[in-house]
């Protein structure tokens, strides 16, 4: 088992320009998250996904937008990127709610 | 919203004595709490959880306790080895929404 793998693992943008970040999981999990970690904040969750055909915006959802393609894969779209937006974003699943998450290796985001 | 406080931020100990890391929450409806390990560069991994329902849970070296009333909990590692030198994250979790809220993260070194 792979486990949650993401897509990139690095990238450099432009601002302005789009992208999107992909994320599978193949733990037949029914919960996907997306989170950003940025130095001295901890990790902050973005969007989730607590079944297939859900999404919710988490704490700081501004800016990103997500789709919940199948069962096992969750993506991440950044539709006009910002420097604000240069962070480590971490993909998560977990078998359902309130129980252990699984994370990702991670994407490196920069935004020039 | 839930809001999560770890102290300390960093945290130095000698190889063999303990270290506890300590974090507070404001939803007296959290019902879930995790504590995740990450080493430099790589992704957090889940080491002990503990549900509103029990005080106290060990395993191994590694223990967690938790005070309903006051709303805090605490990660308790004994006989800290350099392998245990990494930045450590409580979280707190509400209801069936499974949206966790991490804390700002504690880095531990163990020093020789």
């Known amino acids: 088992n792979a486990g949650v793998t993401q897509t990139p693992k690095f990238q450099v943008l432009k601002t302005g320009q789009s992208m999107t970040l992909q994320c599978a999981q193949d733990?037949?999990?029914?919960?996907m998250y997306w989170y950003r970690q940025d130095p001295g904040m901890g990790l902050r969750l973005i969007y989730y996904s607590a079944s297939e055909g859900t999404t919710d915006k988490g704490e700081v959802p501004n800016g990103y937008n997500v789709s919940r393609l199948n069962k096992r894969e969750f993506s991440l779209r950044l539709e006009s990127a910002a420097p604000s937006q240069t962070s480590v974003y971490f993909c998560a699943s977990s078998e359902r709610q309130n129980n252990e998450q699984f994370f990702g290796p991670g994407t490196r985001l920069t935004v020039l | 919203g839930e809001n999560v406080e770890q102290h300390p931020s960093t945290l130095s100990v000698q190889e063999g004595d303990s270290a506890v890391i300590k974090c507070t929450y404001s939803?007296?409806?959290?019902?879930?709490f995790p504590w995740y390990k990450q080493e430099l560069g790589k992704r957090p991994q889940l080491i002990i959880d503990?549900?509103?329902?029990?005080g106290e849970k060990k395993d191994q070296r590694i223990a967690v306790t938790l005070n309903k009333t006051a709303k805090h909990f605490s990660l308790h590692i004994t006989e800290t080895q350099p392998e245990d030198s990494a930045v450590y994250f409580c979280a707190a979790s509400t209801g069936t929404a499974s949206k966790l809220t991490f804390g700002t993260g504690t880095r531990l070194q163990v020093t020789l």
């Open positions: 939803d007296s409806a959290s019902n879930y």
């Open positions: 733990m037949n999990h029914n919960s």
């Open positions: 503990i549900r509103s329902n029990v």
